[in-house]
């Protein structure tokens, strides 16, 4: 697949033209394909797209979990930066698209199951991107952390958000400027 061919669902994510797509293999590539050909642009336009194709939302909720994996898959295997933020903007996207559809234990279970990948990736978009970027990842991704500590109640997400809010002070230290305090606010 090719990047412009994911890019018609989420043009809004310019750094996927940055990623290598040619071993991604998503759920529906026929489906995938007609849109792209339909001319259409956008998630909201490609799920109008599924619906009038008489297919559920299933399909949506599969492309972007199964885009947001292979995401993950070539951080954790090849260590490229080019993915992190297109992850993380994936994963924001995920949890919007999957609560306002009824998907919401499929958000859970993300959240439970990734954070912690997303913690990982902070310390990498702190070196690569200036303290504006690296900042305004780091304060999305705690607040992501905050919310699996708060919902999970459990030891593991209580380490990630110290890890995340570590990284906030080493950003806060590096830049000079102040970097929100994810513990007094709400989650994201």
């Known amino acids: ?27 529906y590539p026929g489906v995938i394909d007609a849109f792209e050909e339909s001319g259409r642009e956008g998630l909201v336009e490609f799920q109008k797209f599924v619906e009038e194709n008489d297919l559920g939302r299933e399909v949506v909720r599969s492309f ?4 947001f994996q292979y995401l993950l898959i070539r951080y954790r295997r090849f260590n490229e930066y080019a993915v992190v933020k297109p992850a993380v903007k994936v994963f924001i ?7 306002e559809n009824g998907f919401e234990r499929d958000w859970e279970k993300l959240l439970a199951s990734f954070v912690g990948y997303l913690v ?9 991107e200036d303290c ?10 705690a607040k992501l952390a905050r919310e699996a500590m708060e919902k999970f ?10 890890s995340a809010n570590r990284i ?7 830049c000079g400027t102040d970097v ?8 994201c």
């Open 64 to 67: 972007l979990v199964s885009l």
């Open 1 to 27: 697949m090719k990047a412009e061919t994911v890019m018609k669902i989420l043009p809004q994510i310019e750094e996927m033209g940055d990623v290598d797509f040619s071993q991604f293999n998503p759920p």
């Open 168 to 174: 906030l002070d080493e950003l806060r230290g590096k």
């Open 93 to 99: 996207t995920l949890k919007g698209w999957l609560n």
């Open 120 to 128: 990982s990736m902070m310390p990498m978009i702190v070196e690569n």
């Open 153 to 162: 109640n459990n030891e593991y997400y209580d380490e990630l958000f110290k």
């Open 180 to 187: 929100s305090a994810v513990e007094k606010e709400k989650g």
């Open 132 to 141: 504006e970027t690296a900042g305004a990842y780091a304060v999305v991704i």
